[in-house]
């Protein structure tokens, strides 16, 4: 059984580009949920998606967009890239209202 | 301002010592997890605890909760270097169910 898979596992692009990271969640969840881990912090919510719909959303600008597909797997779009988006973008997926996430390696960001 | 303050944020240790880290907040949560993150992958869940003034124990780790649910600790008896890695502290917040994350301790174990 597949855990939480992302991809890229890494990805470099320059100021100003757009970006689209890929999470397919573990099998049987239906909910999926995006962090940004910039280095030396902890995790910070980005959104969540449920049913194709986005649920509940972090303080985070309007660039940072999403979407989850019928089969449940969702992307983290960005566009009009900044220096300070440079992170680790975390993927995390449950079931339902469930407290108990299952966390992805991440998608490494580095923007020139 | 973190709504969850780690403490300490960087501990090195020796194999077979003691250690405790702590999770701080002004806030009342009505859950605590307590997550192991190694470098190249993401957080995994090691506990979560619910009650005020409960304590869990995982092997050599023991997970306390503050009585008034706003505090907890992780304290790991006779460390081992499998244990090194970047230990987080996840609230639930008691108000809109919001979930919050700490900075994390990152924990080194020297064999």
């Known amino acids: 059984d597949a855990g939480v898979t992302q991809s890229p596992t890494h990805l470099i692009k320059t100021r100003g580009q757009q970006v689209t990271l890929r999470c397919s969640p573990k099998?049987?969840?239906?909910?999926v949920s995006w962090y940004q881990q910039a280095l030396g912090q902890g995790p910070q919510f980005i959104f969540q998606?449920?049913?194709?719909?986005?649920?509940q959303r972090g303080n985070f600008p309007d660039r940072f967009s999403g979407h989850q597909f019928p089969n449940y797997s969702s992307e983290l779009n960005v566009n009009a890239l900044l220096l300070g988006d440079s992170a680790l973008y975390l993927c995390?997926?449950?079931?339902?209202?469930?407290?108990?996430?299952?966390f992805g390696p991440g998608t490494r960001l580095t923007v020139l | 301002t973190q709504l969850l303050e780690q403490s300490p944020q960087f501990l090195s240790i020796q194999e077979g010592e003691n250690l405790t880290v702590y999770c701080n907040s002004s806030?009342?949560?009505?859950?605590l997890q307590w997550y192991r993150q190694e470098p190249g992958e993401g957080p995994v869940l090691l506990v979560t605890?619910?009650?005020?003034?409960e304590v869990k124990k995982l092997k050599r780790l023991t997970f306390q909760f503050g009585d008034a649910r706003k505090d907890s600790s992780l304290h790991i008896t006779a460390a081992q270097p499998g244990d090194t890695g970047l230990y987080l502290c996840?609230?639930?917040?008691?108000?809109?169910?919001?979930?919050?994350f700490g900075r994390g301790t990152q924990l080194t174990v020297w064999p």
């Open positions: 605890v619910v009650t005020g003034g």
């Open positions: 998606y449920y049913e194709e719909e986005e649920r």
């Open positions: 996840r609230g639930r917040g008691s108000t809109l169910g919001r979930l919050y």
């Open positions: 806030s009342v949560f009505s859950s």
């Open positions: 099998s049987g969840h239906d909910t």
């Open positions: 995390a997926s449950s079931s339902g209202g469930r407290n108990e996430q299952f």
